[in-house]
């Protein structure tokens, strides 16, 4: 048996048979074994199993170096949980560490830096040290370089009770009241001497205790000792001295001292009196100890009086065994437990230095038992705001603004708004909104984009809408007027069948305005597709017909007196709709192709600004195929302007080419205007309308050429001077043709020659083409062509 065995053995068995003997009360063999274990004796440097009722200091929960070592108080790193966690509950994420040198100062601030870097809510701005023997102006030095972080206004203090007092010192003559805000560990609790004359620069700070009750049955036992029934405490006589203020006699340890003790003072009444705040520890330490051996007795010993021979040899590694085993309600009435490394659990009262009505006090706030339970209610601070000040690196950002981290310092950030057509997906992101949608307005998410189409009461469909509606009137006016009067010689000599054809384009130019203006849908988007193109297909394909007629004549009359093929009005007609067949087969074609649909068009006002976005709801035609479905009618129009200028010397008593030459000169100008302004837009915000007023005002335009040109002055006639709608008197085919030359003629030689000698050649050609006396007559029609 070890000699430490021994040793344990000894004091066990006296123990036992004490309390076997004398029959002591639990309380007085307890109180006597802390005695015993408190002796040199007891403790043996090996394997002595140990319970500290006061030592918090980290390492000692290490159980490779301190595995015979418990307590009844919970560590530091516990202390230092719940610290972190009162800054975490306040929003503070930016603090400072100050920390007394020595063991446990400094474990204190790792332990709280170790927890807060694990649990990444809280950067650390500076860790100050404060020095064992602190020279002039040290904790002045400290004041100033805790404000080299003003926003890290947090100070995380594991102090003692001096450096606490002479910290706040410092910060009252450096005039930093209400700046700091203070965290304070066990060591400063609710103690008043650290904050004595010093109550404005404490206030609101927030410290913590590990949780105790007074325990009433020790002051009643400690205030009736007197020295006459509590001789075996050596220490009693000078705590008697220094309680009292007296002297003991002339063997006293007070010297100098006026007083003489009478040894009838008492504890309580004459002399302040509070109990030491670690009492229940100490007697829960004991009583930890004493349940461990009475267990083990129990276990080993069943039924045998005293210390049995099994007991007799224990060591101390199975005596810790019963220790780390233990459980029971302490003198607070709280479970005394102890965990793997021997550590109690942790529980702590939290409390802050209040001042109310100009008395400060420490008020408790709330407790830690494994987790924080804090009463923000109870919170006051310096300031009279009942909003917590703040400790922060940074602010929190707006909403819709994303945090931008500084590099190395999680806690600071800069803030970016989520520009454009992006939004705030996380606290750290920005992403960009689908296609069809845009940032909200708090940019926290994304909403559909708003769609529009051309309403009838823009400006943009008004103007178009109103000539339109004037030119159906014109030409319904004209039709009407040539129907009422179909057998008079103007209207049967502009050609009938052909007349109408031409009206039927220019009528389909101005309809087509209500369905490109009208809200798109299938059959809308197919209208559009025919008709489109159709009005002015049917215009210039009938003009293009009469000036291909007009030319076929007189260049057939240079050569021949026969009329040429095909002039009739039944010919006309059939080479006018082959013509009109080419635009209705490629509509055709692309019905098949590509069936009418409608889409949103979300990219035509996608402006820089996502609140002025919106989608436009359209007919799925492209710019290709519109240029397709005008291009062969504008082909026609091109065509047919050539064949106007050609025949631009026919006498204009004897057809209409000079009003078709001037119509499709204008048509041609509208439609070189419209080219630019149309594709010049397709960037533009406002494209969506100005591309649709600009085509169905350049059709009803072209139409208007058309219809003012080519009806207005045989209305103007038919209506107003009906004696000139007469017929002229008739020619014949030759004698046309011949008019014709003479006049290509005279406008060659106009050029070259005198006017006298212009007319003399002109009369002998007149003369040598005098027609035969039998003469042919044609119609009027048929020679006003």
């Known amino acids: 048996m070890s000699a430490a065995s021994g040793a344990l053995a000894d004091s066990l068995a006296f123990w036992l048979r004490r309390n076997q003997s004398h029959r002591q009360s639990p309380q007085e063999a307890i109180t006597q074994l802390a005695c015993w274990q408190a002796s040199p ?97 040290e904790f002045d030095k400290i004041i100033l370089r805790l404000l080299e972080t003003p926003n890290a206004r947090a100070i995380v203090m594991f102090a003692n009770e001096d450096d606490i007092r002479r910290v706040l010192d410092a910060a009252m003559r450096n005039n930093q009241t209400g700046h700091f805000l203070w965290v304070g560990s066990d060591s400063w609790g609710s103690k008043i001497s650290p904050v004595v004359q010093q109550e404005s620069v404490a206030e609101g700070a927030i410290t913590i205790l590990p949780k105790r009750a007074s325990i009433e049955a020790f ?57 030491e705040g670690k009492v229940q520890f100490v007697m829960d330490a004991v009583y930890a100890m004493a349940h461990a051996l009475h267990r083990m007795h129990r276990d080993l010993c069943l039924g045998y009086p005293g210390l049995c021979p099994r007991m007799s040899s224990i060591d101390g590694k199975e005596l810790l065994g019963y220790i780390r085993n233990v459980s029971f309600n302490g003198s607070a009435k709280t479970l005394v437990v102890f965990n793997e490394n021997g550590d109690a659990p942790g529980r702590y009262d939290i409390y802050q230095y ?89 940019r926290t998410g994304c909403q559909p984009i708003p769609i529009i189409k051309l309403e009838w009461h823009s400006p943009w469909a008004v103007v178009p809408v109103f000539i339109a509606i004037l030119g159906i009137l014109a030409t319904t006016f004209v039709v009407v007027t040539f129907v009422r009067y179909n057998d008079t010689p103007i209207v049967r000599a502009s050609g009938r069948e052909m007349s109408y054809v031409l009206l039927t384009g220019i009528f389909l130019c101005y309809v087509i305005t209500f369905p490109m203006i009208a809200a798109p849908g299938v059959a809308v988007c197919s209208f559009r597709r025919i008709f489109l193109g159709l009005g002015m297909c049917f215009s210039y394909a009938a003009l293009l017909t009469k000036t291909n007629r007009i030319h076929r004549i007189f260049e057939q009359g240079k050569c021949s007196v026969a009329a040429p093929r095909f002039i009739s009005p039944a010919s006309q007609l059939v080479i006018t709709f082959s013509l009109i067949s080419v635009q209705l087969m490629g509509v055709f074609v692309w019905f098949v192709a590509d069936p009418p649909h409608t889409v949103v068009d979300y990219g035509e006002q996608r402006t820089q600004n996502p609140e002025n976005s919106r989608g436009v709801l359209k007919c799925d035609i492209s710019d290709l195929s519109l240029i397709c479905s005008l291009g062969y009618s504008i082909l026609l129009m091109v065509t047919c302007t050539v064949y106007a200028i050609k025949t631009r010397g026919v006498p204009e008593t004897f057809n209409e080419a000079k009003p078709i030459g001037f119509t499709m000169y204008t048509t041609c100008i509208i439609w070189l205007a419209f080219i630019p302004i149309f594709f010049g837009t397709a960037q533009s915000a406002e494209r969506m309308y100005i591309q649709t007023a600009t085509l169905t005002v350049s059709l009803s335009l072209s139409a208007s050429v058309s219809l003012g040109m080519l009806y207005m002055p045989k209305v103007y006639i038919i209506i107003l001077h009906p004696e000139q709608n007469v017929p002229k008197r008739k020619r014949s085919f030759k004698a046309i043709v011949t008019a014709a030359t003479m006049t290509n003629k005279l406008s060659q030689l106009a050029s070259e020659r005198p006017n006298g000698e212009v007319k003399t050649e002109l009369c002998e050609s007149g003369d040598n083409s005098t027609p035969s006396t039998k003469t042919t007559y044609v119609s009027y029609t048929n020679h006003a062509i």
């Open 41 to 137: 004796r007891f403790f043996l440097p090996q394997h002595i199993p140990q319970i500290s009722y006061a030592s918090t200091a980290p390492e000692l929960s290490d159980n490779t170096r301190y595995d015979f070592f418990s307590r009844v108080v919970p560590p530091d790193s516990y202390q230092a949980q719940a610290m972190l966690d009162i800054v975490t509950a306040m929003g503070w994420n930016y603090v400072s560490t100050l920390a007394s040198e020595g063991n446990y100062g400094e474990s204190g601030v790792e332990a709280f830096v170790q927890i807060s870097r694990e649990s990444g809510g809280v950067c650390i701005a500076q860790s100050l040290k404060i020095p064992r023997e602190p020279r002039p102006g």
């Open 219 to 275: 002051d009643r036992y400690f205030k009736s000792r007197s020295l006459s029934n509590n001789r075996r405490n050596v220490w009693f006589a000078e705590f008697w001295e220094e309680n009292f203020g007296c002297k003991l006699g002339m063997h006293g340890k007070r010297p100098g001292s006026p007083k003489k003790c009478t040894g009838l003072e008492k504890v309580g009444r004459d002399s302040t009196y509070e109990q």
């Open 354 to 442: 209040q001042i109310t009505n100009k008395s400060a006090e420490y008020r408790i706030i709330g407790h830690w038992t494994d987790q924080l339970h804090l009463n923000m209610n109870a919170m006051q601070w310096a300031s009279g705001d009942a909003a917590v000040p703040v400790s922060v690196c940074s602010l929190p950002c707006q909403t819709g603004e994303r945090k931008k981290v500084v590099k190395g310092v999680p806690c600071c950030w800069h803030c970016e708004r989520c520009e454009g057509y992006h939004f705030q997906a996380s606290e750290f992101t920005c992403q960009l909104c689908p296609y069809e949608q845009r940032p909200d307005q708090n």
